[in-house]
């Protein structure tokens, strides 16, 4: 017998609101089966929202060439046929924003009901996936209100370097998607709030009264004992979306509270989590309209997001679902920032984290070592500060918040630790990144922020990523010089020994501003006999190498050609280097001249 749903959510744990999705296709099954397959088939990670609880919803994708997969009345002949042929509840729902067809299973189904379902839809030929709609969480871990210096922007040792950049750009014109609990308003934030949009369809998640609309304020995400899963204390209201928002936008330079790394920056709130979280099939939804993309029932986006910051997080594999909504959002533009997880655990563990397209961000504490709770390995991206409050209030992340335990009250402060304060700092950068270059992909985003990455003052077990990010850095690498044709060169001939030491011929750079451009001209002109035993680098005023030319098999004769290098990371003014070195015997050569054309 099915219970209420009211009973079923009691069991839905907020410690641990994912489940793990298995990766690996299903045994195949024959489509001329008459009985349904039975629920060993399917695995449990397969059926559950979270672990422990059956999923009352399902995410199917179908195949491009279905008709269930653009047409609604298909989509629910599809599921009413699998009722038929289970004996269960389902039903078509809706359309999420990637064309994937919601599923609903009713109240309170059992494993082996959701395994019998599951199983149906894996073996229709037109299905390309099925995942169960799973609940996801805020990854951030609150503590006291206190108010204090941002060590986390400006201080030498392991902040971030961002007052530097603001000389740059302060990511006016660049508006911010923070997918998260929604926005309580406060002053200090006011100026930078655009419109957003309320994804939540679950009344008993949203406890705002209503399902989905165009107010994405935060009514507070609290809890009584036991109401988010048997042994989960009561908790108050975290006003996580608006400590995220805080980090990235807050007002500056206004005489009080904090100052937001993109200050120029908008942020438009979008509300996916409440009490104990929040589904995938809503977060799937807002990551497409924050993009721009179009979800059925709800208006075009007039604020369309390049940058989406998701401090959010559950455990298992990134489901196929999730993962074309954040292929979506990416080929339209917009970078995707994804907390790595509170867990101490690899991340490949922790979706969406885990996802392909995401720049996934490790939390570090004031020492720049990787703070205890932050998630690590391969799938790390980039490390940015978190905070660690162990030893000291203080050493956490201060941003905006509101005093309320369950409902809005005063607007506060208050310090905050988790990588969901880490990741922040990355969508911030990202926002400067585009106000800079507004040309940027978000895989040329995500590549420059790796690139001008500096090493972790501190230690780090398990990978953290490129790094510590750096927003000067990074910001002057991709801002560039502009080009002007104004060429630099140098006729002084020298001999390249045979199969000896690389020689180097200087060119001084004087007058430019800022940094070389991202397309420097390097012109060479070498006489060799045999220029595949040649070896050649270009070496910036820093001393970092370019490498134009390696060896290679090729008997032609001399380097006379023009190489295009991305020199945006470094200084126009100062002296510039050809290394020219021959790697192999019996062939020698000169290099007659080179020049650098601005």
């Keep these: 017998m099915r219970i209420s749903p009211e009973f079923r959510r009691k069991l839905i744990s907020v410690a641990a609101v994912s489940a793990a999705l298995l990766t690996a296709a299903p045994a195949s099954v024959a489509v001329a089966q008459e009985t349904a397959p039975g629920p060993a088939a399917v695995p449990a990670a397969r059926t559950e929202a979270a672990p422990g609880t059956p999923a009352e919803r399902l995410i199917v994708g179908y195949k491009s060439g279905a008709s269930e997969a653009k047409s609604d009345k298909a989509a629910a002949a599809d599921a009413a046929a699998k009722a038929e042929k289970t004996g269960e509840d389902v039903d078509f729902q809706r359309r999420l924003g990637t064309g994937a067809a919601l599923v609903d299973l009713g109240t309170n189904p059992a494993r082996a009901d959701v395994a019998d379902v599951v199983a149906q839809y894996e073996a229709d030929p037109q299905v390309a996936y099925v995942v169960p709609d799973r609940l996801n969480k805020p990854t951030a871990t609150p503590n006291d209100t206190d108010y204090g210096k941002q060590w986390d922007l400006f201080e030498s040792t392991a902040g971030m370097n961002v007052p530097a950049a603001w000389d740059t750009t302060t990511g006016t014109g660049v508006t911010v998607a923070v997918i998260d609990t929604g926005y309580v308003t406060h002053s200090d934030l006011a100026a930078n709030i655009v419109g957003g949009y309320d994804f939540i369809s679950d009344t008993a998640v949203s406890v705002d009264g209503n399902g989905r609309d165009s107010n994405p304020a935060d009514p507070g995400d609290w809890y009584n004992d036991n109401e988010c899963g048997q042994g989960i204390p009561a908790s108050s209201s975290s006003w996580h979306g608006t400590h995220v928002a805080g980090t990235i936008a807050a007002a500056t330079n206004n005489g009080k509270g904090i100052a937001g790394i993109a200050h120029g920056a908008k942020i438009s709130p979008v509300r996916v989590l409440g009490k104990c979280g929040g589904y995938d099939s809503d977060i799937i939804d807002a990551i497409t309209w924050a993009s721009g993309g179009t979800v059925s029932g709800v208006p075009a986006n007039t604020n369309v997001a390049k940058v989406i910051n998701m401090s959010l997080g559950g455990g298992g594999a990134c489901s196929s679902a999730t993962q074309s909504a954040i292929n979506g959002a990416v080929n339209r533009g917009t ?46 991206d980039i490390s940015a500060p978190g905070g660690e409050t162990r030893t000291s209030t203080a050493n956490g992340i201060l941003s905006t918040l509101n005093s309320g335990t369950k409902t809005p009250s005063s607007e506060s ?186």
Excluded at 349 to 371: E, H, Q, Y
Excluded at 493 to 510: F, K, L, Q, Y
């Design 335 to 380: 970078a995707v920032v994804v907390a790595a997880g509170n867990e101490n655990q690899n991340v490949s563990g922790a979706s969406p984290a885990n996802c392909n397209n995401v720049i996934a961000v490790a939390a570090t504490n004031r020492a720049g070592s990787r703070a205890s709770y932050s998630n690590y390995g391969s799938l790390v």
């Design 413 to 598: 402060y208050a310090y905050y630790q988790g990588t969901s304060m880490a990741t922040p700092h990355v969508a911030g950068l990202a926002a400067l990144m585009k106000s800079a270059n507004s040309a940027l992909t978000p895989a040329q985003i995500e590549s420059a922020i790796k690139a001008n990455a500096r090493p972790l003052p501190g230690t780090c077990s398990g990978g953290c990523g490129a790094g510590l990010a750096d927003a000067v850095k990074t910001v002057q690498a991709v801002k560039g010089g502009s080009s002007t044709g104004t060429t630099f060169s140098s006729t002084t001939a020298v001999a390249i020994p045979d199969n000896g030491a690389a020689i180097e011929s200087p060119i001084s750079v004087t007058g430019r501003s800022g940094n070389a451009p991202s397309a420097l001209q390097v012109g060479v002109d070498i006489t060799h006999t045999y220029r595949g035993d040649l070896v050649i680098d270009l070496v910036a005023p820093d001393g970092s190498a370019y490498r134009l030319k390696s060896a290679a098999s090729d008997s032609a004769d001399d380097v006379k050609t023009t190489y295009t290098v991305n020199a945006s990371g470094e200084s126009a003014n100062g002296t510039w280097k050809l290394r020219v070195q021959d790697t192999a015997a019996q062939d020698t050569g000169t290099l007659n001249g080179w020049k650098l054309t601005f």
